[in-house]
């Protein structure tokens, strides 16, 4: 339920579609082909969430990704810089780091296939291992190959693009503005949970952006989000709003149910909310920040899920999500991180089951493409989105 998606008209009095606009083809989610085009169009040149800064705090402690078929190692040099590399040995192209994180134990990454070893800053080569270099074998031609790298309020981004530059507009689809207020350069990670799902990373996306489905996949949501009983995203989403303005009724103008504190089992906070946050963000009762194709971070009044995506095949997607909490709710005796977790890994496996029915149904053979209704206007801002970057 994304609320930083801009709209498809911002002058139109309701955020809905007037015309019945046309799905991308079926086969966009199943070709093999159309999978390697995003890929390369869009995976491959976008900035990506990895992880939080902190889990890569001290010097020689690393991470690896897989976007697609593209192996990635982000290190921190011992010179204490943040750098990423393709997990690739310029020798005969082993994979070089193996686990999912770790530290290494030198100043050297060593390959563990014939163990050339490459400095763990700049990636150079240091040493081979054959008895003597051959002639026009220079080993400053065979460094790691970089990827760019981009570091933003705690969170690590990478970008397979060569050229790419680092800005906070190429990273958010707009400014998250809406979770300035949320500390989150200070925040840490309370718990990860990562889980495999049965559809294309678009089926993700489109689901997150509309709440159609919400009073029948997420009963429990919608008593803690009245709105999305409704199945609207935003309270301006049907004609007639403005007649419900004034009502102070969450059923209409958004926000939380009263006696919600936050999005819970229990609706509780515990007494731990987030200090600092403006009228308006209480009011809202919660925010987001979209980085496609990567990411989403919900923000929250005790504690923000940052959901990352990373395709693993055309009808196969990682989805790993990010509970973080301020260091003293985190650790505060009376505080469980149980209630929050617990709910937003209940509304997760709502999402991802109907994901995965959605992905089983689109291979029938007489569907060419689905059909977007009033509501589902986030998912034509998506759809246009990754068509500019297809057909640029
Ligand atoms: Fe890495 Fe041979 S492939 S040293
Ligand atoms: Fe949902």
Redesign the pocket.
């Known amino acids: 339920m994304p609320d930083d998606i801009p709209t498809l008209s911002p002058d139109a009095n309701c955020n809905a579609l007037k015309t019945a606009e046309p799905y991308p083809p079926t086969w966009w989610y199943y070709d093999i082909d159309h999978y390697t085009r995003e890929l390369d169009a869009i995976w491959l040149r976008s900035w990506l969430y990895v992880c939080r800064s902190a889990e890569l705090a001290e010097p020689r402690m690393y991470q690896t990704i897989r976007i697609g078929d593209q192996n990635i190692v982000i290190l921190r040099g011992y010179d204490g810089e943040l750098r990423a590399f393709h997990n690739a040995?310029r020798?005969?192209?082993?994979l070089l780091c193996t686990e999912q994180k770790g530290k290494l134990v030198s100043k050297l990454l060593v390959?563990p296939?014939?163990?050339?070893s490459y400095a763990a800053d700049d990636g150079h080569l240091v040493k081979i291992s054959s008895f003597a270099e051959p002639q026009g074998f220079n080993k400053e031609d065979y460094s790691l190959f970089p990827v760019a790298v981009g570091e933003w309020r705690g969170c690590v981004f990478i970008n397979l693009d060569a050229d790419a530059e680092w800005t906070l507009e190429a990273a958010f689809v707009r400014t998250p503005a809406t979770i300035a207020n949320y500390p989150l350069e200070t925040m840490v990670v309370g718990h990860t949970w990562c889980r495999e799902m049965d559809c294309n990373w678009k089926t993700f996306w489109e689901n997150f952006s509309e709440c159609l489905h919400c009073p029948n996949v997420h009963p429990e949501l919608g008593e803690l989000v009245p709105q999305f009983k409704r199945r609207v995203v935003h309270f301006k989403d049907q004609p007639g709003w403005e007649d419900h303005q004034g009502s102070g009724d969450p059923l209409y103008t958004g926000g939380l149910a009263d006696g919600v504190e936050t999005w819970s089992m229990d609706g509780s906070a515990q007494g731990h909310v987030i200090e600092g946050r403006s009228s308006e963000d209480i009011e809202r009762g919660y925010s987001y920040a979209t980085t496609l194709p990567s990411a989403f971070i919900g923000a929250y009044p005790d504690h923000v899920r940052i959901v990352r995506l990373m395709p693993m095949g055309p009808e196969k997607t990682q989805l790993v999500a990010e509970w973080l909490f301020e260091p003293e709710t985190l650790n505060a005796p009376d505080y469980d991180p149980a209630n929050v977790i617990d709910f937003g890994i209940l509304v997760m496996e709502q999402d991802m089951a109907v994901c995965d029915l959605n992905q089983a149904g689109l291979h029938a053979k007489p569907m060419d493409a689905g059909v977007l209704m009033p509501e589902e206007y986030y998912i034509k801002a998506i759809h246009d989105w990754i068509r500019t970057r297809l057909d640029p």
């Open positions: 040995c020798h005969r192209g082993s390959c296939y014939h163990q050339w």
